[in-house]
């Protein structure tokens, strides 16, 4: 696993009631290179409570993360099996569903993100994989479970241990499957599991140079596409997740050599994009320096700053949105003609614009996570069962 700079590291003593729980923070513990080990009691849990999720562009933040080890949160049932519905939000389209989650925290510094300022892991896997039951007779229809929204699971691996026990417990379902979701490369661990279909790894790929220059310490974008490859070749379904689109100041160029090396190398079942948002523009330049970026793109998000600040999807504005969408659809239709690709947390504008174009509608449209964005899904087995 990687390496996990951190400034103090806090362990429930708990977690050395159930020998698994306690195996995990014994694998885990020596890639944290930090002195400071403490007891997670009260006064512990209010400080990472109160930690903000700053974003890391904004500062020079690196190697003070708060670490926490406990097996099991109560009263945070609601977020280790979350609804997510995020539409109205962010003002797009985006189809709820039910999502897993077990570790709060990442190890990647990306300068959009902050999420690396805490990492708090739940090391009792078999409990969250103990709900699925119920879980399942609750939302029988659903189809596609995303593991872990709210960090990169596989930089953890395989010490943590938390993801081949839910690749095995869904390999035993029908028409269910898992959705991994991550920048990284570290994949060797995934390639001898027994997966029998039913997991989905989806990278997150930005251009090559926002893969190095804003996706701190994350592996390169031909780095994520080579990952792609070793676990398609071992069976596994994958999908590109293009999020964030950072428009670059060569963003034609870059986002063609992506989708180029992307279809050389792997056959992703969906491609989906999202422009770099969820922000006010004050945020953009205060986290990536704009000579890194597309002058017109900035300043139109500049003039139209305050009317987006309503808007999740800002701060770039709907005619930037279009634009670089239709670059992308229209390159992916060149070079892969029966790949689908479609737009994540879209406007009602951009469906409009380019709903044709996607030969997809927002009523019905497959993506990254959506719940019925699966083989058995009647959108999916359309572009996936055509002549």
């Known amino acids: 696993m990687l390496a996990i700079p951190a400034q103090t590291v806090y362990i429930d003593p708990a977690v050395h009631e159930k020998p698994y729980c306690r195996r995990r923070l014994e694998r885990v513990l020596p890639h944290i290179p930090c002195a400071d080990v403490r007891e997670y009691d009260a006064t512990a849990r209010k400080a990472v409570a109160q930690l903000s999720k700053r974003r890391h562009g904004k500062d020079d933040f690196g190697d003070d993360a708060m670490v926490v080890f406990t097996p099991w949160e109560q009263g945070r049932e609601g977020w280790y099996y979350h609804w997510r519905d995020e539409s109205a939000r962010h003002g797009g389209f985006c189809q709820p569903a039910l999502e897993l989650n077990l570790v709060d925290g990442c190890v990647f510094r990306c300068a959009y993100c902050g999420f690396g300022r805490k990492i708090v892991f739940a090391l009792d ?30 930089p953890f691996e395989p010490e943590l241990d938390a993801i081949p026990p839910m690749v095995r417990r869904f390999a035993r379902e029908k028409d269910r499957y898992l959705m991994l979701f991550t920048k990284s490369d570290a994949v060797d661990f995934l390639l001898d599991l027994d997966h029998g279909g039913h997991t989905i790894v989806s990278w ?167 719940p019925l964005s699966t083989p058995g899904g009647p959108v999916y087995d359309q572009w996936h069962t055509k002549g």
């Not at 969250?128 to 879980?135: A, K, S, T, V």
């Not at 399942?136 to 593991?147: C, D, G, I, M, T």
């Not at 060149?334 to 689908?340: D, G």
Request: charged fraction near 30%; aromatic fraction near 8%; glycine fraction near 4%.
């Open 125 to 154: 896997v078999e409990r969250l994989i103990g709900g699925l039951e119920d879980i399942f007779a609750r939302h029988p229809a659903q189809r596609l479970y995303k593991y872990s929204n709210m960090t990169d699971l596989p």
């Open 204 to 370: 997150s790929i930005t251009c090559d140079s926002a893969s190095r220059l804003i996706d701190k310490r994350t592996p390169s974008m031909d780095e994520r596409i080579e990952a792609m490859r070793k676990v398609q070749a071992a069976g596994y379904l994958v999908r590109a997740r293009l999020s964030p689109i950072v428009p670059m100041r060569n963003w034609r160029e870059e986002y063609e050599r992506l989708f180029v090396r992307l279809f050389e190398r792997a056959r992703p079942d969906v491609v989906t994009m999202e422009l770099l948002g969820w922000m006010e523009f004050a945020d953009v330049t205060a986290i990536i320096n704009r000579d890194l970026l597309d002058s017109d793109a900035v300043a139109a998000a500049e003039a139209e700053a305050e009317r987006l600040k309503e808007f999740g999807w800002g701060p770039f504005t709907q005619e930037t949105h279009d634009e670089i969408y239709r670059f992308c659809i229209e390159t992916v239709r060149r070079l892969s003609p029966r790949t689908p690709i479609s737009v994540c947390h879209g406007t009602p504008a951009t469906w409009r614009h380019l709903g044709d174009l996607m030969k997809m509608q927002p009523d019905a449209y497959i993506c990254n996570c959506g």
